[in-house]
């Protein structure tokens, strides 16, 4: 294995989650004031603990994270419905809080529930389920169960290829994260090609000056 290629491997992107909080909205415009002052309340609630979740993720206090995510999703599923996309979202990430803390017994069924919701909700081959197949397998990956992450990888590298275009940077993660998963069974011909091609999206997608680009 070249140096060139455990440099890669060494600074591949392994789910790189899109940690976006959702856009509260669609609401009725006819529920009676009360309820219209209600929802109001809950939604600012909902968005303060989301503030408060990312926060407490970039300090890397995972534990507090979680159980603030945790209101979080209580919160949008009383708000939007429990197989609504942005109860999808809060799911997800609370999923990757508990992959940061290594819990993944926790993790596998809120990123499962998270990939149903999302493929029910918003079709099959939507970017955001392209993102949950990717976490799944990151978290398998993780657990050194790579039958079950390479179908999901592949999977997600097709989806964004289809629907992003070729020369996507969510495209360099998925080559990143399939060439991470090669790597880690040993299969450095099929990793290489993969690393490399995802260095070169990323270089021409933010130039070779990039603090991305300078990791890699």
Do not use: W
Not at 38 to 56: I, W
């Amino acid at each position: 294995m070249s140096n060139q290629l455990k440099h890669l491997a060494a600074t591949a992107i392994l789910c790189q989650v899109l940690y976006t909080l959702p856009l509260l909205g669609g609401q009725s415009d006819t529920q009676p004031a009360g309820g219209a002052t209600n929802t109001a309340s809950r939604k600012a609630e909902l968005a303060a603990a989301d503030r408060e979740t990312g926060r407490l993720k970039e300090l890397g206090r995972y534990a507090e994270a979680a159980r603030v995510c945790e209101k979080a999703v209580a919160l949008s599923s009383a708000l939007f419905g429990s197989d609504d996309p942005n109860t999808a979202l809060h799911l997800n990430n609370l999923a990757v809080l508990y992959r940061h803390m290594g819990q993944y017994a926790e993790a596998e069924p809120l990123y499962l529930r998270s990939l149903k919701i999302r493929e029910a909700k918003l079709g099959k081959d939507h970017p955001d389920v392209a993102q949950s197949l990717s976490n799944l397998g990151s978290l398998y990956n993780s657990m050194d169960e790579y039958a079950k992450a390479e179908p999901l990888f592949l999977r997600s590298l097709k989806i964004r290829e289809a629907r992003l275009g070729k020369d996507h940077p969510d495209v360099a993660q998925s080559l990143s994260n399939l060439g991470a998963l090669y790597n880690s069974m040993d299969e450095y011909a099929k990793a290489e090609p993969l690393f490399l091609r995802s260095l070169k999206i990323v270089e021409v997608s933010f130039g070779k000056d990039h603090p991305d680009v300078a990791r890699n």
